[in-house]
């Protein structure tokens, strides 16, 4: 096992822990970007589909991992992230600009949602939220004249430079694109969690009146993580307008918003990995399912199966799984796995056995 | 005359909203934990009903198959506390709401399987029945709704301040050490509970059912009565009937008035307006801790 001394504040903050984590990043990078010369172009499109729900997912987990907040409804904010950016296009903004202008309006919606609703906690803010996402979907369809209502808007192709970046003519380029902007989020995500403002979400999620106490001002802190949560869904939210095509109110309805929240606690909840691992379930899931189906169809000759909603059934069952017994999500699985040879043999189970309390009330404050 | 009449039929709405919000708060009061299956307990309940009920299926008569239906899901809900919710004991309220939510998706997609997809109406001797009050029509099945409604609120409330259970129910949910030294099992307690809200909810599915069809997706109905339970405040008892009543009552009223799609918006509104002027409900259960 490697240990690192930490003799200064910068080595307790900088980005990898030591050379060989760097290696392996930089290791993952290649590959990523290498990945559309390995796969063919369907692939790359899922690989591409699973980034944006990355995307989203990262946004998210600013929110729920980072900050403590829980959020049923960000598929609402993906809504208005994709409308406000192909809206933005349609009235001769380039993409370049269009994109973050879409997550900053998303930014500034999120935040001015969060100022009355941050004195919410727990329960009360996640059926908050849920009502949001809810209500979403029928604003778009009676804000037609602006949304098109139930025909939805058609995403014109992503242009940059007079680079097309149509799904189908220019799957890599597509691809690419959309890494490097997962990348960047990535980045101003970590450079967050080491910031004052990161140090400030963790202390509000741990406890709010020690954070309180310690000069932090909790409503301003739980505003800016909405804000900067929605900004980063608001862009994941424009880049799947994009990669849909054609969008309506449907695209970002409550499944969606449900979707998004057990994607990150199925990743493993307060980390990028999880957003990222959580993704990929969520993106290949379906194909595994029909993929298995076919597969047993064909073994056991009883033709294809066909039982409506037997994925989110099997889906809803994983989770089921995932929350009683790896509540730490794939991420928490692998940490365990690494910890165990890193310590071999000294590895235990009560190493990451979490600490239970005893329930009080939170109705008597 | 009109709008008596739509205030009734609302009424009747809002009171099922109300039974399956006083699920929420039944177990949210005595576990403080979530239950978002309780929409999809209902639909259970409805369908259990209208397996033991419907001619073409099991055929017992009504009431017979009610009691049986309510018996059932109290020992669904007394298993699903006994088998997943148990398991996690001093977890997260959140890791709970994500459990019962995978719950719901996978309720949906059994009662799929075994019903199907088509909307199907149970043969309710309720239907169709009605007796004309001046010109005001009051049907069989909105004045049963009503009154069950009124009858199970008050002893559910009876049930919790009075009874030496009930007062065991509130001890658990508001300092669990303190309610174990108090000699109170609070394990078995949680189970009862919930049971009382799989109970609950078979009443407010066959109740549902006896106004109109049901099929899976009824189950989401409980997004709508959370909303419900919330603008009640969360944790009152009559407040899940306030607020389903308000949800019950705007819906029509806003439809009528207002325009069609603002109907479905309304009630989260006013979720929305009552959570900002009153952030833990119009009946709020949240008080100060003196010190």
Redesign the interface.
């Given at each position: 096992m490697r240990i690192v001394f930490k003799t200064t504040y910068e080595a307790d903050i900088r980005l990898f822990k030591h050379g060989a984590q760097a290696f392996w990043y930089a290791l993952l990078l290649i590959v990523a970007v290498a990945a559309p010369f390995l796969l063919g172009d369907f692939l790359t499109g899922e690989a591409t589909n699973v980034l944006i729900w990355a995307i989203c997912g990262m946004g998210l987990m600013l929110l729920v991992g980072q900050s403590g907040q829980a959020s049923l409804g960000h598929a609402a904010f993906m809504a208005i992230g994709a409308y406000s950016c192909v809206l933005l296009e349609s009235a001769g903004v380039p993409f370049i600009l269009a994109l973050p202008l879409g997550g900053i309006i998303t930014g500034i919606a999120g935040g001015l949602f969060a100022l009355p609703v941050t004195r919410l906690h727990g329960i009360y803010l996640a059926i908050a939220t849920l009502a949001v996402s809810v209500m979403m979907e029928d604003v778009i369809v009676l804000a037609e004249p602006l949304t098109g209502g139930v025909n939805g808007l058609i995403a014109p192709d992503i242009e940059i430079f007079g680079v097309n970046f149509n799904r189908y003519g220019n799957a890599s380029g597509l691809y690419w694109l959309i890494l490097a902007i997962a990348i960047l989020i990535v980045l101003a995500y970590r450079n967050i969690q080491r910031s004052p403002l990161g140090r400030a979400f963790a202390a509000v999620r741990d406890s709010e009146i020690s954070a309180q106490a310690m000069g932090i001002n909790v409503a301003r802190t739980k505003a800016t993580a909405f804000a900067i949560s929605t900004f980063m869904t608001g862009i994941g939210g424009a880049l799947m307008g994009h990669f849909a095509g054609v969008f309506n109110q449907e695209t970002f309805n409550l499944v969606i918003s449900i979707n998004l929240i057990l994607m990150i606690v199925i990743g493993g909840l307060g980390t990028i990995h999880g957003a990222f691992l959580g993704a990929v379930v969520i993106g290949f899931l379906p194909q595994a399912i029909a993929f298995a189906r076919d597969g047993l169809g064909s073994i056991f000759h009883f033709g294809s199966i066909a039982i409506p909603g037997l994925e989110t059934g099997i889906f809803g069952t994983i989770l089921i799984l995932f929350i009683l017994f790896e509540p730490l999500g794939i991420y928490g699985r692998w940490v365990k796995i690494r910890t165990y040879f890193e310590l071999f043999p000294f590895a235990r189970r009560d190493m990451f056995r979490r600490q239970k309390s005893y329930l009080k009330t939170e109705r008597i404050r | 005359m009109d709008l008596l009449q739509l205030l009734i039929s609302g009424l009747a709405n809002g009171c099922v909203y109300g039974l399956i919000a006083l699920g929420f708060v039944l177990i949210?009061k005595a576990t403080?934990a979530?239950n978002f299956a309780q929409g999809d307990f209902m639909m259970l309940g409805a369908f259990l009903t209208l397996t033991f009920a419907n001619s073409n299926e099991l055929g017992l008569p009504f009431w017979l198959a009610c009691i049986l239906a309510v018996l059932v899901m109290g020992v669904v809900g007394y298993l699903v506390e006994a088998l997943?919710i148990r398991?996690?004991?001093?977890?997260s309220?959140?890791?709970i709401?994500?459990?019962t939510?995978?719950?719901?998706?996978?309720l949906?997609?059994?009662a799929?399987?075994i019903w199907g997809?088509e909307p199907q109406s149970l043969e309710s001797p309720l239907a169709g029945r009605e007796v004309r009050l001046g010109g005001l029509v009051l049907g069989f099945d909105d004045m049963t709704i009503i009154i069950v409604t009124i009858l199970l609120t008050a002893g559910l409330y009876l049930f919790f301040a009075k009874t030496k259970i009930g007062l065991a129910m509130q001890a658990a949910?508001?300092?669990?050490?303190a309610a174990?030294y108090m000699g109170i099992p609070v394990k078995r307690v949680h189970a009862l509970v919930w049971a009382l809200a799989g109970g609950v909810a078979a009443i407010a599915g066959i109740l549902f059912a006896a106004k109109g069809t049901i099929d899976?997706s009824t189950g989401l109905l409980g997004?709508k009565a959370?909303?419900a339970a919330?603008i009640g405040g969360?944790?009152s008892l009559p407040g899940a009937l306030l607020g389903g009543l308000i949800i019950g009552l705007v819906e029509p009223l806003s439809s009528r008035y207002v325009?069609a799609?603002?109907s479905?918006?309304m009630p989260?509104?006013i979720?929305?307006i009552v959570?900002?002027v009153r952030?833990?409900g119009l009946l709020s259960?949240?008080?100060?801790?003196k010190v």
């Open positions: - | 949210y403080e979530v997943l398991r996690m004991f001093g977890e309220q959140i890791a709401v994500i459990l939510i995978s719950l719901g998706i996978v949906r997609f059994v799929g399987v997809h949910s508001q300092n669990q050490l174990y899976p997004i959370s909303a919330i969360f944790g325009a799609g603002v479905q918006i989260y509104l979720l929305l959570l900002i952030p833990h259960q949240v008080r100060a801790k």
